[in-house]
């Protein structure tokens, strides 16, 4: 796109023309980088697909298409897992000898049990961080406390579901439970609650105050003009102003605890029990999907692929989640100038 | 809404929440004091994050301790391999295994993410093809870590026949953090101001000129401090390895082509297990991935500290 001038006198016009050759050149191979991305999304969908074809059937997608073009007929290849079981069947127990049962329920509503459980936990600490580091804090203390927030992001997955494991339940859910006379076990749906909350706690503060600290002064001054306190024109006025950031911020935590895997996995356990009492031991999409590494599975069988079945329920519910976060962003969105 | 917070005279105490909404003819005072409540309500809600933080930070140093209090030897940990016994079992081929990662994600995502940003920020036309581009890379970086791991084990494990090795680990974790470094190194080049770009245009070098002699070296203190905290993300992952499989207990220093584990997985594999002793020794493994953590975290900041210029 660079619009050459007439090269001076001491850039010959060879020299002049390689240099145009190279940046077209280099022009192509840093597109060919960008697809690479593009690419990636395309072979998340097609590898999920193409071996969740297989957990359903006995043929992996494209070797049913191909088998169909060679043969040049039309054929389904034999049922293996029905969408029906997979999608109504309240058992999953992929691994069971006489009687293997593949229905995703429990997996989907632990994963919405956590998922909901972390929503109450940082949906309103993350939005009062913001609206404290927005509206109250002064410079000192927001020198430390957005470091901090940071730091919290930054530690790995791991590192909470050893916290979880060593900390939350025995010090937090265990006594919790005791309460009610329930006793806890080494896990629970409400261990993984509070981990994954505290987890994305950072991504809602931060998104929340950014879209809070867009908003202009003279909103703020302008409440003020009419009496209104500061508890006041945060609530009433900073908050519905910059209410599509915090909705995103919201969406976003939830897309990633729908997809966080270890420290569900080290808090919440691993059996599929299909429950809604918090303090039971539950297992989340993502933790059977890492669980089932710990067993040796050959390539191509049902066990093995549904892996990928799982997967792709995962990534849709993800992808879901993102694109809502995306129109919400465009739809709600109050430009200030 | 109601806005009646100010008038005057009339004070009713009768409801006693902080929500003034039922109230009518709320008195300044009863406002001061919601104020103060609110005030305090959000600085608490702050302030967890803190308290979190440090006690999951004591939670460790404890537990680490303890590990040492109990005859764990921190020489032996730091060089040795795993052993079942868990008074001789060592981290080094973990800590190997996960500097050999780090070397390999670095080698895969770094050009492919900064070229990726070189185009879109200084060659790509502003069409609709440019901004499906960019909406995917926000919808790659909100696909979950696990996924990432299935792609490389259909992909590289299976599809290709790599088998589970090192290689497979790191391109699944350099798949996983390229949107990070894009979107760090996008940033890192907004932040060049286009007189610079305009002027080295204007004395007639063409556009890769002008991004290799002009742009790339006034970003690059910031697409390396990006790089670093993508790096840094990349080393804390552990179900993306799990996915492509690691070996469980690592006996050996893992090479490029060599079945592997890391850090992370070691850890997963010792917090998993019941025995406390299995914990103790999860709890060392830890402090040394913060300590490595620390470490990059303290040279972004000081990348960004010392080179990074804002015009």
């Known amino acids: 796109m660079s619009t050459d001038t007439s090269p001076d006198p001491g850039i010959t016009a060879e020299v002049a023309d390689a240099d145009r050759r190279r940046n077209r050149r280099v022009r192509r191979l840093l597109f060919g980088c960008t697809s690479i991305t593009v690419l990636t999304t395309i072979a998340i969908f097609a590898v999920l697909f193409d071996n969740a074809f297989q957990f359903f059937t006995d043929e992996r997608f494209h070797q049913w298409l191909i088998g169909m073009a060679a043969d040049l007929t039309l054929y389904f290849p034999e049922q293996r897992v029905g969408l029906l079981e997979f999608f109504t069947d309240t058992e999953w127990r992929p691994s069971h000898a006489d009687d293997p049962r593949f229905g995703i329920i429990p997996l989907a509503a632990g994963t919405l049990l956590v998922t909901i459980g972390a929503a ?11 609206l404290y580091l927005s509206e109250y804090a002064t410079p000192g203390t927001r020198k430390y406390l957005k470091p901090t927030l940071e730091v919290l992001a930054g530690i790995p997955t791991i590192v909470y579901g050893f916290f979880a494991l060593t900390f939350i339940t025995p ?16 896990f629970s749906a409400l261990s993984g609650s509070i981990v994954v909350g505290i987890m994305t706690i950072p991504m809602v503060a931060s998104i929340s105050e950014d879209a809070m600290s867009s908003v202009p002064d003279e909103l703020r001054n302008g409440a003020y003009a009419l009496g209104a306190s500061k508890y006041r024109v945060s609530l009433s006025v900073v908050l519905p102003a910059s209410i599509s950031g915090v909705m995103a911020s919201y969406i976003l935590a939830v897309s990633r605890a729908i997809g966080e895997t270890m420290a569900v996995l080290l808090a919440a356990g691993y059996s599929a029990n299909l429950t809604g009492n918090p303090f039971d031991e539950i297992m989340t999409m993502t933790a059977y999907m890492v669980d089932a590494t710990r067993s040796t599975m050959t390539v191509g069988s049902v066990e093995f692929q549904s892996l990928f079945a799982v997967g792709l329920a995962l990534f849709c519910m993800t992808l879901t989640a993102n694109l809502v976060n995306d129109y919400v962003k465009r739809r709600y969105r109050e430009v200030y100038r | 809404m109601s806005t009646d917070v100010d008038s005057e005279g009339e004070f009713e105490t009768s409801s006693g929440g902080f929500d003034t909404d039922s109230l009518t003819g709320v008195g300044l005072e009863w406002t001061h004091r919601t104020e103060s409540l609110f005030h305090a309500v959000l600085f608490g809600a702050s302030v967890l994050g803190v308290v979190v933080l440090a006690v999951l930070i004591v939670d ?23 052993s079942n016994d868990s008074s001789q079992a060592g981290f080094l081929g973990a800590i190997v295994g996960s500097v050999l990662l780090l070397f390999f994600t670095f080698l895969f995502s770094f050009f492919l993410g900064v070229g990726t940003a070189v185009y879109l920020e200084e060659y790509a036309p502003n069409t609709r ?9 926000t919808n790659l970086a909100g696909v979950p870590s696990v996924v990432y791991g299935l792609l490389a084990l259909g992909v590289f494990v299976n599809g290709l026949r790599m088998g589970p090795i090192l290689l497979a680990g790191s391109i699944a974790l350099a798949l996983l953090v390229v949107p990070i470094v894009i979107v760090a190194s996008q940033e890192a080049l907004r932040s060049v101001p ?5 002027g080295s245009l204007a004395t007639g070098a063409t556009r890769w000129q002008t991004v290799r002699g002009v742009v790339l070296p006034s970003a690059m203190p ?90």
């Open chain 2, 60 to 82: 460790v140093i404890l537990d680490a301790l303890t590990g040492l209090a109990i005859g764990l030897d921190p020489v032996t940990f730091l060089t040795q391999h795993y």
């Open chain 2, 222 to 311: 910031g697409i390396v401090t990006g790089t670093i905290l993508a790096l840094a993300r990349a080393i804390g992952e552990t179900a993306p390895l799990l996915m492509v499989g690691t070996v469980w207990g690592l006996r050996h220093t893992p090479g490029p082509f060599d079945r592997f584990g890391a850090m992370t997985t070691q850890i997963y594999q010792w917090a998993f297990l019941p025995e406390t002793e299995l914990n103790f020794l999860a709890a060392m493994g830890i402090a040394v991935l913060l300590a490595i953590l620390l470490g990059m975290y303290g040279v972004a900041f000081l990348v960004r500290n010392k080179y990074e210029r804002s015009y």
């Open chain 1, 171 to 186: 010090v937090i859910v265990g006594p919790l439970g005791a309460l009610f006379g329930i006793s806890v076990g080494r």
């Open chain 2, 129 to 137: 093809v440019t901004r499906l581009i960019e909406a995917n890379l």
């Open chain 2, 194 to 198: 286009d007189g610079m770009r305009n």
């Open chain 1, 120 to 130: 109450f936990v940082s949906i309103p600490i993350g939005t009062a961080t913001a």
